[in-house]
């Protein structure tokens, strides 16, 4: 008897197969801009779907191992990562992945859209890098404070370049040391402290818990200067050097020994990110340079590359709910089941539509967050701030959810294999569990919500986009407007009541309920935007993602039907 082999297909282009991602980048970026970035985004596309998911495999199969000693005894805290790592850190900076919103070119030709050009970038590299998409959204968001115009000139001249550069053999990323065991999100439990130096670099002692990206060149750490009062707005961002080379210190030490006073005490076991190299820290007497002055409070200085890094989770988020899409969708083309092909089941086929719908909300929803991003940096735009201010939360927490149960139903449609570790497919969902907590919890996000909206009057330029969308929607379905109405309606009043008292026990208890009110219903809106632009597919995704989110009804008969356009 011969032995049964299911065939597993590839997955279509990433790029030419992703109708939403090309009409979203003509609308966004005109015909002409579009244009512009298809050369870029094909050959990016055409390196995730052959050498880069090889390096991806590589990658995952031979996590990052670290080396405390070398063999005569010296500390040398090395940490060994595979050539697949190595293989995705050329890619990412190759392909400008972390550089084109920095590079004059690329803002000479999209302007405050270089970041959605980028967005899409992140879309097609970051589902099949092994989480380098990790390092390449934490060296994103050094580069962004590191261009803060507080920040000292030479010590930016000296390290963003490093960070922006498409030269493999120069180019760095970035690590982010701000956790402690003591405190975790809570930054005001921060123990870390920096005193000065005589020459104008600090030295940082403190104990960091969580260092993504150990294997960086640098680090932003966050540290409590010298004689600063209690709380986190005082905490100020500091850049540490990881190695050696870097550091003034070292004197005569091999180039990539340990910067002194920078110690790994051990490599993290974590459920997911396996390819990821994070580590427990310790500084002692650190070499490092602040970004910005220490004795000016930091924190919101910090925030400048929390609000990059969110939106990037955003990205990593709707990025790898669109792969697990298009690998779903493969398999049930090939798999035969109950007498015909898996992907003629009008039950599968309401489940992949319903998950295309969640895909298309994570789509537009991180896209959008991008869109303001670069409007904020590229003319200062106030508007896109005020907004961007509680957008990146939003799209951060919803989004990440959202792949969380995503991913779940990716492993179950491919039944048993799904739960096989060398199929990859179980990665899915163990890497889409580090979503809803890097870069703060859900809870954490819908608490940051509440102070955007008390302090910072963010609902405001959130609620006027709702009403506009409502009235896009108008002539597209008047029951869909109405919805979109109503729920405005609701959220107006929810956010009159935070207004007025944001430290109620009732608003505070339902911050999260509130938050995912908004986002689900900022994603409504902006879908309508689209599909009022002229996007067919938006137009069917909205009306399923209000029924699905906002009125909580059953679009299964719907999705079936559907399936081909929505995809």
Same mark, same amino acid.
């Given at each position: 008897?011969?032995?049964?082999?299911?065939?597993?297909?590839?997955?279509?282009? !990433?790029?030419?197969?992703?109708?939403?991602?090309?009409?979203?980048?003509?609308?966004?970026?005109?015909?002409?801009?579009?244009?512009?970035?298809?050369?870029?985004?094909?050959?990016?596309?055409?390196?995730?779907?052959?050498?880069?998911?090889? *390096?991806?495999?590589?990658?995952? *199969?031979?996590?990052?191992?670290?080396?405390?000693?070398?063999?005569?005894?010296?500390?040398?805290?090395?940490?060994?990562?595979?050539?697949?790592?190595?293989?995705?850190?050329?890619?990412?900076?190759?392909?400008?992945?972390?550089?084109?919103?920095?590079?004059?070119?690329?803002?000479?030709?999209?302007?405050?859209?270089?970041?959605?050009?980028?967005?899409?970038?992140?879309?097609?590299?970051?589902?099949?890098?092994?989480?380098?998409?990790?390092?390449?959204?934490?060296?994103? =968001?050094?580069?962004?404070?590191?261009?803060?115009?507080?920040?000292?000139?030479?010590?930016?001249?000296?390290?963003?370049?490093?960070? #922006?550069?498409?030269?493999?053999?120069?180019?760095?990323?970035? =690590?982010?040391?701000?956790?402690?065991?003591?405190?975790?999100?809570?930054?005001?439990?921060?123990?870390?402290?920096?005193? !000065?130096?005589?020459?104008?670099?600090?030295?940082?002692?403190?104990?960091?818990?969580?260092?993504?990206?150990?294997?960086?060149?640098?680090?932003?750490?966050?540290?409590?200067?010298?004689?600063?009062?209690?709380?986190?707005?005082?905490?100020?961002?500091?850049?540490?050097?990881?190695?050696?080379?870097?550091? !003034?210190?070292?004197?005569?030490?091999?180039?990539?020994?340990?910067? !002194?006073?920078?110690?790994?005490?051990?490599?993290?076991?974590?459920?997911?990110?396996?390819?990821?190299?994070?580590?427990?820290?310790?500084?002692?007497?650190?070499?490092?340079?602040?970004?910005?002055?220490?004795?000016?409070?930091?924190?919101?200085?910090?925030?400048?590359?929390?609000?990059?890094?969110?939106?990037?989770?955003?990205?990593?988020?709707?990025?790898?709910?669109?792969?697990?899409?298009?690998?779903?969708?493969?398999?049930?083309?090939?798999?035969?089941?109950?007498?015909?092909?898996?992907?003629?089941?009008?039950?599968?086929?309401?489940?992949?539509?319903?998950?295309?719908?969640?895909?298309?909300?994570?789509?537009?929803?991180?896209?959008?967050?991008?869109?303001?991003?670069?409007?904020?940096?590229?003319?200062?735009?106030?508007?896109?701030?005020?907004?961007?201010? #509680?957008?990146?939360?939003?799209?951060?927490?919803?989004?990440?959810?959202?792949?969380?149960?995503?991913?779940?139903?990716?492993?179950?449609?491919?039944?048993?294999?799904?739960?096989?570790?060398?199929?990859?497919?179980?990665?899915?969902?163990?890497?889409?569990?580090?979503?809803? #907590?890097?870069?703060?919890?859900?809870?954490?996000?819908?608490?940051?919500?509440?102070?955007?909206?008390?302090?910072?009057?963010?609902?405001?330029?959130?609620?006027?986009?709702?009403?506009?969308?409502?009235?896009?929607?108008?002539?597209?379905?008047?029951?869909?407007?109405?919805?979109?109405?109503?729920?405005?309606?609701?959220?107006?009043?929810?956010?009159?009541?935070?207004?007025?008292?944001?430290?109620?026990?009732?608003?505070?208890?339902?911050?999260?309920?509130?938050?995912?009110?908004?986002?689900?219903?900022?994603?409504?809106?902006?879908?309508?935007?689209?599909?009022?632009?002229?996007?067919?597919?938006?137009?069917?995704?909205?009306?399923?993602?209000?029924?699905?989110?906002?009125?909580?009804?059953?679009?299964?008969?719907?999705?079936?039907?559907?399936?081909?356009?929505?995809?």
């Amino acid at each position: 008897m011969t032995r049964y082999v299911q065939p597993v297909p590839a997955p279509d282009d !990433p790029y030419a197969g992703d109708t939403l991602l090309r009409s979203w980048l003509e609308r966004q970026l005109g015909a002409a801009g579009h244009a512009a970035a298809k050369g870029r985004l094909a050959g990016l596309a055409a390196d995730v779907a052959g050498p880069l998911r090889a *390096a991806h495999a590589d990658a995952e *199969a031979h996590p990052p191992v670290l080396v405390r000693y070398d063999p005569w005894g010296a500390r040398v805290d090395r940490i060994d990562t595979s050539a697949g790592w190595q293989a995705q850190r050329a890619a990412a900076a190759r392909h400008a992945v972390v550089a084109l919103p920095y590079l004059e070119s690329a803002r000479g030709t999209w302007g405050a859209a270089a970041r959605v050009v980028q967005h899409a970038l992140l879309h097609l590299y970051g589902p099949e890098s092994a989480t380098f998409s990790c390092p390449v959204a934490m060296a994103d =968001g050094a580069a962004a404070l590191l261009s803060l115009p507080e920040v000292d000139p030479s010590v930016r001249d000296a390290w963003l370049p490093r960070l #922006i550069s498409t030269d493999p053999d120069t180019a760095i990323t970035s =690590g982010q040391w701000m956790t402690e065991s003591q405190g975790g999100s809570d930054l005001a439990r921060s123990t870390t402290t920096g005193r !000065p130096a005589a020459d104008g670099s600090w030295r940082l002692t403190g104990e960091k818990w969580f260092c993504s990206a150990a294997d960086s060149a640098m680090a932003v750490a966050l540290a409590r200067p010298e004689g600063a009062g209690r709380g986190s707005r005082v905490l100020a961002p500091f850049l540490v050097p990881r190695y050696a080379a870097d550091s !003034p210190l070292a004197g005569a030490a091999a180039p990539y020994a340990p910067a !002194p006073g920078v110690r790994v005490h051990r490599l993290k076991d974590k459920l997911g990110t396996r390819a990821l190299p994070t580590a427990e820290i310790g500084l002692r007497d650190a070499y490092a340079l602040p970004l910005g002055d220490p004795a000016q409070p930091g924190l919101v200085r910090a925030m400048t590359l929390v609000v990059v890094t969110r939106v990037h989770n955003a990205a990593a988020a709707a990025g790898g709910m669109r792969r697990g899409l298009a690998y779903a969708r493969a398999y049930a083309s090939a798999r035969h089941v109950a007498g015909g092909v898996l992907s003629s089941s009008p039950l599968h086929r309401a489940t992949l539509g319903a998950l295309a719908v969640d895909a298309a909300g994570a789509f537009v929803l991180a896209g959008h967050a991008f869109a303001l991003l670069g409007r904020v940096e590229v003319g200062g735009d106030p508007a896109a701030a005020a907004e961007l201010r #509680i957008v990146a939360p939003l799209a951060k927490l919803a989004t990440g959810r959202l792949a969380v149960g995503s991913a779940s139903e990716y492993v179950e449609s491919f039944g048993g294999a799904g739960y096989v570790e060398d199929t990859g497919v179980p990665r899915l969902l163990r890497d889409a569990q580090v979503l809803p #907590i890097w870069e703060g919890t859900t809870n954490v996000l819908a608490l940051d919500v509440l102070r955007a909206v008390s302090r910072e009057e963010a609902g405001p330029p959130l609620l006027r986009r709702l009403d506009a969308a409502a009235d896009l929607a108008r002539p597209l379905s008047p029951a869909l407007a109405d919805t979109l109405a109503s729920a405005t309606a609701e959220l107006r009043e929810r956010l009159a009541g935070v207004a007025a008292d944001p430290q109620s026990v009732a608003v505070v208890a339902g911050a999260r309920d509130l938050a995912l009110r908004l986002a689900h219903t900022l994603t409504a809106a902006l879908l309508l935007e689209h599909a009022a632009w002229g996007d067919e597919q938006a137009e069917l995704a909205a009306r399923l993602w209000a029924r699905r989110w906002l009125r909580h009804e059953e679009i299964a008969a719907d999705a079936h039907h559907h399936l081909e356009l929505l995809c």
